[in-house]
């Protein structure tokens, strides 16, 4: 890979800017949380890259970062939250990203799409897939690259009888 491609921990470090400014004042972890993590706070796990190596024909790629940010609201003496919050937490997440596009370097992925699953009981998680496009070269030494450009076809029409 090229020098200066973004990373997953770039744009890692980007949500994070985008939770601090939706959450003023809470802490944002990367990764993992420490066992006696402070509430309300949020967290920013990679859940996965993958790649549409067809999306750009020959030219480019299309990389996809896959993200999952739980926010954490407090919780009572039975380690439960208040449900109306983790709710309104997974909303104000959502909206974080909804201008459609994460500033990293001098890029922006695009938000491919956002998913809030509110179902636990101290926490709500939001998954976020990101699409950045990106130059085939990139990813390709240049010696292997210009054997991808000379291709030889052989064709064979078969004549029909009649």
């Known amino acids: 890979m090229r ?8 744009v890692s470090e980007a949500i ?3 939770l601090k400014e939706a959450f003023p004042g809470e802490t944002v972890y990367t990764d993992l949380a420490p066992r006696d993590f402070q509430r309300p706070s949020n967290m920013v796990e990679l859940a996965g890259v993958g790649m ?5 024909g020959q030219s480019g790629v299309e990389l996809l970062y896959k993200f999952k940010v ?3 609201s407090t919780v009572d ?3 439960a939250a208040h449900l109306p919050v983790l709710d309104l937490r997974a909303m104000l997440v959502l909206g974080a990203f909804a201008a459609g596009y994460v500033q990293v370097k001098d890029r922006a992925p695009k938000v491919r799409s956002m998913e809030a699953g509110t179902s636990l009981f101290d926490c709500a998680v ?3 897939t990101l699409a950045l496009t990106l130059d085939r070269a990139d990813f390709v030494g240049s010696e292997l690259y210009e054997l991808m450009q000379n291709l030889e076809l052989q064709v064979r029409v078969k004549k029909e009888n009649g």
């Not at 020098?3 to 770039?10: K, N, R």
């Open 77 to 79: 003496e039975v380690h």
């Open 70 to 72: 739980t926010t954490f």
């Open 16 to 18: 994070a800017v985008r």
């Open 3 to 10: 020098e200066g491609i973004i990373l997953p921990a770039d």
């Open 52 to 56: 549409d190596s067809l999306s750009y």
């Open 126 to 128: 939001v998954t976020l």
